[in-house]
């Protein structure tokens, strides 16, 4: 890759096992730092879409997993993706099946300077979220499940145009999973969350190019 070592200044490539060290030694907390630094090189506008979506844990071969009676989870991962430059601007990954509602609120609290408004589906339709995000001094755009006339009223006077920038969400996540697979190669659960945030600072940074 002659013209990215060109741009980040490198003469020759460091060894494979350096670079393995270097992945295990480093801090989740500086990978954040760095995806933080990469959306930074993109114009956000802080209309910001929260989404989940699903990640293999295993690429192994179905037919072993079957013969050898394994079971595979998901890892569910949820990305904050800025509406106007698709950038990624925090994730949250975990094995288990928690509920949307129960993940925005650790998003909001991590990065509510980037948020001027918050778009999610009837998922993330929380009062407490609601809250937290006025709270934050973000604007809470979020569908409502309609068990009543009234939540029908109040989806209806949603801002169609603002709220259907959600979509990008789902657009990062599927790019993800074009650009760098719909699974995570790392054993270790560590690794893996690692693996999932350098796919989106590599997201960022592939962006700003």
């Known amino acids: ?46 209309v910001v879409g929260v989404d989940a979506s699903g990640f293999d844990r295993g690429h192994a071969s179905k037919h072993y997993t079957k013969r050898a009676e394994l079971t595979i989870q998901q890892l569910k991962v949820t990305l904050l993706v800025d509406a106007k430059v698709n950038a990624t601007l925090d994730l949250h990954v ?22 001027d408004i918050l778009l999610g589906d009837k998922g993330y339709d929380d009062q407490k979220i609601r809250r937290l995000a006025r ?7 979020i569908k409502h499940r309609e068990f009543t006339p009234l939540h029908r009223a109040w989806n209806a006077r949603l801002n169609t145009d603002l709220y259907g920038q959600r979509s990008q969400s789902e657009t990062v996540n599927s790019t993800l999973k074009r650009k760098y697979g719909a699974f995570v190669r790392s054993r270790r659960w560590w690794k893996q969350f690692r693996e999932l945030t350098i796919a989106c600072l590599s997201h960022n940074i592939d962006r700003s190019l």
């Open 135 to 141: 709270q934050h001094e973000v604007r809470p755009l």
């Open 94 to 115: 975990t094995t288990t099946r928690k509920h949307d509602s129960q993940i925005a609120p650790s998003l909001i609290k991590r990065t509510p300077e980037s948020i």
């Open 1 to 46: 890759m002659p013209r990215i070592r060109r741009t980040i200044g490198l003469s020759e490539l460091p060894a494979a096992s350096t670079l393995c060290k270097a992945f295990n030694r480093l801090d989740m907390a500086v990978w954040r730092i760095l995806l933080t630094l990469s959306a930074t090189l993109l114009p956000t506008s802080g």
